[in-house]
């Protein structure tokens, strides 16, 4: 594959998904450039997190190991050089025995060996590396993508929080005026100690939650600067990515399950495990090798003469038993190429389920906030009805006590329903591998490169991202 057909989604709804959630992230910029975006924010945790780099380190250590499988199939050559002293001592049938003085020598040794046939050792181990590369890929497309919807989920976090904790002061500010107005008509005779005592507590609790509000400020807060790798700023409202996402759960079910970047890599990860099978029954067939050996030498019987010898063999080394071990190393490799099978069914499984998941709680989400919006409304209506009779006596203080409350309680109510939704549109984006590109990013080059193609392969695999493919020599 010279060029990677991201998710194998088509190019004309790509780019229309894509601008669809560009203009609407370009639209929420404004002329702030000083705030942060939630596409600066991603941008920055991809550049910054660690667990991404070490990833990416992991992806150019296997393209070296590629080359190392490659290398198999190229001569080697070895050279030895000795230099020292000797003497020799014979000691015939009859007794006699002779002795040599010690005498200088010197010597070089040249040896190329050639495999001619290894039992498919090597056409195996590159055809295995080759999928390890592409899992590797894949597993950075993956990661970038968790990484980013890690981003996001901060970033409305902050947002949630912000909005809770102006929701918990306003309920404060609302108790303080409510308890001004408790003690006024206390101090005109028009109310009890016991009114006033109940306002006293309302508010100290409203006090608590204020408190509380902050430290989850700070906790979110924190997540932000564990993923971004810094402080968050001045944050812009970010866009929804519903306009982003396929029209029906079926449809975005079909394309995780195919295409999302961990349900590739593992299926690239069985590809890699049936290949090793390959490499274990290797060991079982004679391997032959032309070796060219040339030695030189000088003073070796003691008086200065050279010495050259030449040499071109073929050499046939064929292990006929080793204790079971061959043939427990292929039983070994069929039962991890069975348990790479297992991993990849189950991770299709669990994309799916997020994704169901994730569409759920956006669709939820977005029938439930126009009705807790017409609650909320409702309450604060009643609130200001049960204000006017408290003042005439037809209502309790606890009654508008109860009613501020619950005001609260719905404003809050409100703005994890809408955070819920905008996260969990963003989430399903993510379980396709289409979060980073629907933001406008890049994908880091080591998920975009595929493994370069090598005439030294000698080997015949269709590398595909969505399917079991298995390789062959060529015919």
Known sequence: MSRLSFLSVPASGRRMMCAALTVALAGALGSASQADTLRSVVRDALRTNPELAAIRFNRQAIDHELRAARGLGLPSVDVRSNIGTHRDSVKTRLGIE?????????????????????????????????????SARWRVADTANSIALRAVQAYFEIGRAIAVLAAAKSNYNQLIALRS??????????????????????????????????????????LFRTVVGRMPGRLKSAPGARKALPRTLAIAIQEARRAAPSVVATEHDAVAARAAIGSAYSRLYPK?????????????????????????????????????????????????????????????????????VSWTAMTAAGVRVPVLKRRLTLLRKTRAAYSSQFMTGERRLLDLLDAQNEIFLADAALRTEIFVGQYNAYRVLASMGQLVWALGLELPSEAVRPHRRSVLDGWSARVSPHQHVDAGPHK
């Open 181 to 222: 107005r408790v003690m006024a008509r206390v101090r005109a005779g028009h109310g009890d100690r016991a009114e006033a005592s109940e306002a006293g507590s309302r508010v100290a609790n409203a006090q608590a939650l204020v408190i509380e509000a902050q430290a989850r400020l700070e906790d979110a807060k924190t």
């Open 98 to 134: 002779t002795t040599d003085p010690w005498h200088y020598h010197r010597d070089l040794s040249l040896v190329m060996s050639q495999r001619i046939f290894d039992g498919y050792e090597r056409a195996h181990e590159v055809s295995r590396q080759k999928h390890r590369v592409e």
């Open 288 to 356: 032959l090798n032309l070796e060219i050996s040339g030695d030189a030498g000088r003073g070796l019987d003691g008086r200065g003469d050279r010495d050259v010898d030449a040499r071109a063999m073929l050499v046939v080394r064929w292990t006929l038993f080793n204790g079971g071990i061959n043939r427990a190393r292929i039983s070994e490799a069929r039962a991890r190429a069975d348990e790479a099978g297992s991993i990849a069914a189950n991770t299709r499984r669990q994309v799916e389920q997020q994704t169901r």
